[in-house]
């Protein structure tokens, strides 16, 4: 069974940092592509940062690029999203999800939730001004 943990929200001030944390059980997150998901209440769930199960570089929303990073740490079996220069608008509920598939998709393909097999409880950010 795979289960995806998250950690690391909070509330911090604008212009801040944070480290989101996505434990996985069940699956190796080295074999599978993960991705950084947000919401909002009264909104769709939107993309924000996915790394391949090839590798490669990373694939971010244009709202976070130059700012969040994410990365794993395999031995730990573990996603992580870097968080800095927080803005307001960050402010959102974060989860972490995998894609069971392993093929080579563009990187629009990956900004669809539907193409997610796994999703975690999530983690909320708030982001104070």
């Known amino acids: 069974q795979v289960q995806l943990v998250e950690s690391g929200g909070g509330l911090v001030q604008a212009g801040g940092s944070l480290r989101l944390s996505c434990a996985a059980s069940?699956?190796?997150?080295?074999?599978?592509?993960m991705a950084w998901f947000r919401q909002t209440p009264g909104k769709e769930r939107e993309f924000v940062a996915v790394?391949?199960?090839?590798?490669?570089?990373?694939y971010y929303a244009d709202s976070v690029k130059g700012r969040f990073t994410i990365s794993r740490d395999n031995a730990k079996n573990a996603v992580y999203l870097q968080m800095n220069s927080l803005k307001p608008e960050d402010t959102a509920h974060y989860y972490c999800?995998?894609?069971?598939?392993?093929?080579?998709?563009?990187?629009?393909?990956?900004?669809?939730?539907?193409?997610?097999?796994?999703w975690g409880q999530g983690t909320q950010v708030t982001v104070s001004s």
């Open positions: 999800a995998e894609d069971e598939a392993r093929a080579f998709y563009s990187d629009s393909h990956y900004r669809d939730p539907r193409v997610y097999d796994y």
């Open positions: 069940g699956r190796t997150v080295s074999s599978y592509t």
């Open positions: 790394i391949r199960w090839s590798g490669g570089r990373p």
